[in-house]
């Protein structure tokens, strides 16, 4: 069984207007998204800025409110009671390490602020479950009494990561952990996420815009543009035998580190966005919206016009 599975998610935000401030049309950040999670795996959620990808995970953990759908956890719908006992088990890394943890609290509360919601500890034993906590994540125990602003990104981070884990989670949603971070930071905090993987037996749902991290991490992969899926598969589909033209389009403009294969790149690029002009109209409808998506084997499936495989 899926550790999560998402049915026919929507969130919709209200616009408002005018003196009177009625609500006059909605966003769909998430516009009708489905997808399962099995357990120990790490599903990757792509797409660019905007298109709906925090939306889904903080809808997941109950910080954004579902216009419909359903979220299953283990089998259990969380979206319809407030199930305390259950979101113990989901917990998110947000995306952004500088202003995701609050600067008057010291590093000793931030931790322990999961723990003092769902465990009666006495403070030696918080103290000793923050002091391993910190270990594992490759921070001192003097580091408790600090505060945010004595810390590096890549640090911060990584009290971000032990908060999300002080409870040990079943799942953790990962918002862009390390986009903020130096490269040669990155590496490191992903090495970690994976030997905690290992380790405590996680499963993530990592969400990133950069393709290349998603490949070296994931193992199943969605691509999303405007609050819809257009693409679903495993690496090796998605990497290998993407179908639908924007993931194309997304992984022709993953940089070639070879600088020998900058003319082959730029002839794929080319190639692939004269597809792109001349096939919108097979993926796309008037809006510029996703169609819904249809299986073109067992794991992967492309979001297409009805008539499309037909053409071909
Ligand atoms: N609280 C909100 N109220 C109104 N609109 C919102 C709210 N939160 C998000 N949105 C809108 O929903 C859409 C999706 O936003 P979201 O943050 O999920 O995108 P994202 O894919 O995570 O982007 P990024 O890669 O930049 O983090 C955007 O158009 C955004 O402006
Ligand atoms: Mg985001």
Redesign the pocket.
């Known amino acids: 069984m899926a550790i999560l599975e998402v049915k026919d998610l929507k969130?919709y935000?209200?616009?408002k207007a005018g003196l009177l401030n009625r609500t006059v049309d909605h966003?769909k950040?998430?516009d009708g998204v489905s997808f399962q999670i099995e357990q120990g795996k790490t599903y990757g959620l792509v797409?660019?800025?905007?298109?709906?990808?925090?939306?889904?995970?903080?809808g997941i953990i109950g910080l954004?409110k579902i216009t419909s759908g359903k979220v299953y956890f283990n089998g259990v719908d969380i979206t319809s009671k407030n199930g305390k006992e259950i979101r113990k088990n989901l917990q998110m890394i947000f995306?952004d390490p500088y202003s995701s943890l609050n600067p008057r609290k010291r590093i000793l509360d931030i931790i322990a602020e999961p723990l003092r919601n769902f465990e009666r500890l006495t403070k030696k034993e918080e103290i000793k479950r923050i002091e391993e906590l910190l270990e594992l994540v490759g921070l001192s125990k003097e580091s408790m009494m600090k505060y945010p602003h004595q810390f590096s990104g890549g640090q911060r981070q990584r009290i971000g990561i032990a908060r999300a884990i002080a409870l040990k989670p079943k799942l953790i949603i990962a918002?862009?952990p390390v986009?903020a971070l130096d490269v040669s930071v990155q590496a490191q905090v992903l090495n970690f996420m994976q030997d905690i993987q290992k380790e405590l037996g996680l499963t993530y749902l990592f969400?990133s815009?950069d393709l290349g991290i998603v490949k070296h991490f994931c193992d199943e992969i969605s691509i999303?543009y405007k609050?819809r899926y257009v693409e679903q598969g495993t690496k090796e589909e998605i990497f290998n035998h993407p179908q639908h033209i924007y993931t194309k389009r997304l992984l022709s403009a993953i940089p070639d580190m070879n600088p020998s294969n900058r003319d082959k790149q730029f002839r794929i690029r080319k190639k692939v966005q004269q597809e792109f002009d001349q096939r919108y109209h097979d993926y796309f409808d008037s809006e510029g919206l996703a169609y819904s998506l249809k299986p073109i084997s067992e794991t992967h499936l492309v979001a297409l016009q009805e008539d499309v495989q037909k053409v071909r």
């Open positions: 969130i935000f209200p616009i966003i950040a998430v797409g660019e800025s905007g298109s709906g990808k925090s939306t889904i995970g903080r954004e995306q918002d862009e986009s969400i815009h999303m609050g």
